[in-house]
């Protein structure tokens, strides 16, 4: 789901982020409902929340022509049922390129068609027609001379990989590299296009919530996860991934084929046993996402590898079948409210903070909204835990962990809960002791009064 930064936008960011450019932020633009906005409606809530990058799930020509002069860019999709026919009938693709694509470019943006949606998961057995379909469609685009502003690939779901954990040991399924995946590999090659892949943490979270932690799941601070076959070091469940997907195109000798995220996002809603199914939830994922790939840089295996990231969706569509969670996954309403606030833009990012985890009664009260305040340990989180968090803040996060050290004055006492405690202060303290910063997977809270261990007393911030 993603849209490219504008120049001014670039520009900004770029004083912004250390990254040499950040990646792009787009969305898919669903419509299985009965609810939803006119087009015309949709593209002017596109353009007001900054969004110059969309994907399609066909060629309606009402969302065609209510995009023309807008500007932002257009993914439209072929979908699975036509596969057969622009397969097997050149004529029909060319047909197709010249009343869906061609008749509307370049006033309307199209600068991309994804051929199928899911096809390996497609009931009706349409893999086989997937390949020839794509250089079909790409042939009539050269007919058009458009083959060079307009790429052609294929979304394909994360079940498609034979192993996906850990991430150096991703592989293909074995009865899709022959016929598909090496082929369509060699395709994007040639046409200088990219592998479209839809990454959704939240399922693999619902179904492991008992060894996936929440906080690796939602990008937030956490000890991370070390891959035991490559060294290194995850801290989202998204990253691991995508470089499962990235390791099983290496195993094929694709190294150079880039990857855009076709689809990813996490409901606001769901039934009973959808786990983690929340607002809250859902705002974290998307808004640490959006900062996470605006900020540049790609993934442990890939780190010069900026992504474009389409989110998964809109709208919330009313429609849709399956559990509660398949109708929540939108941004806005249907009448254009937004489900929770998030930046969608690199301009937005100024100054967002992660809304925290609701506290209880006890840290709420602590909590004030005015005043000096401070980040504690808690001390019945587990040393465990407060290892994890400790490691984060002296680590990723940055903090001042050099008076924790042996011989310095907040060494003794030497205990985890002391030194995880001056740790995440710190951290909260650099912070500006903004919302959600003295969380640590549960393992801190926040008091008023000057915390002391020993003779070493927490920093007070600015």
């Not at 670039?10 to 982020?17: H, P, Q, V």
């Not at 049922?81 to 050149?90: D, N, W």
């Not at 058009?144 to 399924?173: C, E, M, T, W």
């Not at 601070?221 to 060294?231: H, I, L, P, S």
Request: charged share 20%; net charge neutral; with cysteine.
């Amino acid at each position: 789901m993603a849209a490219a930064l504008s120049i001014s936008l670039l520009l900004l960011f770029s004083l912004l982020s250390t990254a040499e450019c950040g990646g792009s932020i787009g969305v898919n633009y669903g419509r299985i409902a009965n609810n939803l906005p006119s087009a015309t409606r949709v593209v002017r809530l596109l353009k007001s929340q900054g969004i110059d990058r969309v994907k399609v799930y066909d060629t309606d020509p009402a969302v065609l022509k209510a995009l023309s002069g807008s500007g932002i860019k257009l993914t439209v999709n072929l979908p699975n049922e036509l596969l057969s026919a622009t397969a097997r009938r050149p004529s029909f693709a060319t047909s197709w390129v010249q009343k869906n694509v061609a008749a509307y470019h370049p006033a309307t943006a199209v600068d991309s068609i994804a051929v199928g949606n899911e096809v390996f998961v497609d009931t009706h057995n349409t893999t086989r027609f997937l390949i020839p379909a794509m250089y079909n469609i790409y042939k009539a685009l050269v007919r058009y001379n458009l083959h060079d502003v307009i790429k052609v690939s294929s979304p394909v779901a994360l079940s498609a990989l034979q192993n996906s954990y850990p991430s150096s040991a991703g592989s293909f399924r074995p009865d899709l590299i022959d016929p598909v995946f090496k082929p369509m590999l060699e395709f994007l090659r040639k046409t200088g296009s990219s592998l479209m892949i839809n990454v959704y943490p939240f399922f693999a979270y619902e179904s492991n919530a008992d060894v996936i932690p929440l906080d690796y799941a939602l990008f937030r601070q956490n000890a991370g996860v070390v891959d035991a076959g490559n060294g290194l070091r995850y801290f989202s469940l998204f990253d691991a991934q995508i470089d499962a997907v990235f390791a099983a195109m290496s195993a094929l000798k694709y190294d150079d084929v880039p990857i855009i995220v076709s689809e990813t996002g996490w409901p606001s809603k769901g039934d009973s046993n959808e786990l983690g199914a929340s607002v809250l939830n859902a705002a974290a994922y998307n808004g640490n996402l959006v900062r996470r790939v605006l900020g540049g840089g790609g993934t442990p295996l890939r780190p010069k590898a900026n992504l474009t990231v389409f989110l998964f969706a809109l709208f919330n569509e009313n429609k849709k079948f399956g559990p509660t969670s398949e109708r929540n996954f939108g941004l806005f309403y249907p009448d254009e409210k937004k489900v929770y606030d998030i930046p969608l833009t690199a301009e937005g990012l100024k100054g967002y903070k992660e809304a925290a985890p609701p506290l209880t009664g006890g840290e709420a009260r602590m909590a004030t909204a005015s005043g000096q305040t401070w980040c504690v340990a808690k001390a019945e989180a587990g040393k465990d835990k407060l290892q994890q968090g400790l490691d984060f803040a002296c680590g990723e996060g940055g903090a001042d962990c050099h008076p924790i050290q042996p011989g310095s004055t907040c060494f003794d006492p030497n205990t985890v809960e002391a030194h995880a405690s001056y740790a995440f202060n710190s951290y909260y303290q650099k912070k500006g002791r903004a919302i959600g910063t003295c969380f640590f997977g549960g393992a801190a809270y926040i008091v008023t009064q000057h915390p002391k261990y020993g003779k070493c007393e927490l920093p007070v911030g600015n």
